[in-house]
């Protein structure tokens, strides 16, 4: 089995793996099935849950997509050569109850590729943040604490940079660098060398993959029974606008899709169902909503 076949026999396992995972957590609502294919080249499987006793929207999509390298990708994603291929899984799961976090999630592998058809270039990317409404502690620190685990299972270096990276990476800048959540790993463009391998970037990335299952499923047992009322969803909603504008202002991954003529739907998955954008609204000062919104302007050391 190649490389390319064995990332591609990963991407799907996963899907099917989380997915299963999430639909026992939710105990009613179960996912959709969308193939699709790309007139460019390759196509996805698109999986969508909707109106659930837990999850109100989200998805869990893998695609394998290739093409030739055009002047807008040379010019606007800095990308070289003749020939490219991406295989990755994307998803992101809003649930009903404010007290329960939204996440997202992201493995991918890029190849390029010359006019004779040799590998010029491969990387790897991905990582997994976690963007809750209100802040409970315990929760966030068990998610980092899952991811360090891992982490620390290859090399203990990778943890703080890539959580770094992560804190970084998903910032509304417009919005006085203020974070979409909490954080999580953030890793991109990372080539196998002498020290590590392509077999160590792909069993990284199998482990950072399967670890979602144990970092989030707990924290949304804990908390899907909480009782919530309209102000919690009127704040969850307020939020979800932030998560709206870093998606379709900052996301890279968002940008390459529709650079790429990728399947609009299946980009435009990762948008909530209901958002709120109302002029400067401000939480009240020491407040729970104002809590939250304290640490994504100010990240901190979880673990």
Known sequence: MTIKQEWIQFIDDLQNDICGALETCDGKAKFTKDKWERPEGGGGKTR?????SVFEK???NTSVVFGEVTEAMRTQLKIDGDEWFACGLSLVIHPLNP???????NYRMFELY???????????????DLTPYYLFEEDVKHFHQVYKNTCDDFDESFYPVFKKQCDEYFVNHHRNNERRGVGGI????????AEHDVKF?????????YSFIDAYIPIVEKRKHTVYNDLHRHWQEIRRGRYVEFNLVHDRGTLFGLKTHGRTESILMSLPPTVRFEYNYQPIHGSEEDRLLQVCLSPREWV
């Open 48 to 52: 969508v849950i909707v109106n659930g």
């Open 58 to 60: 989200g998805g869990v």
């Open 99 to 105: 007290f329960v976090p939204t996440v997202h999630c």
């Open 114 to 128: 010359d006019a004779d058809e040799t590998i010029i270039d491969r990387w790897f990317g991905g990582g997994t």
């Open 186 to 193: 953030f890793y991109d463009y990372l080539r196998a060398s």
């Open 201 to 209: 970037w792909m069993n990284f990335a199998r482990a950072s993959g």
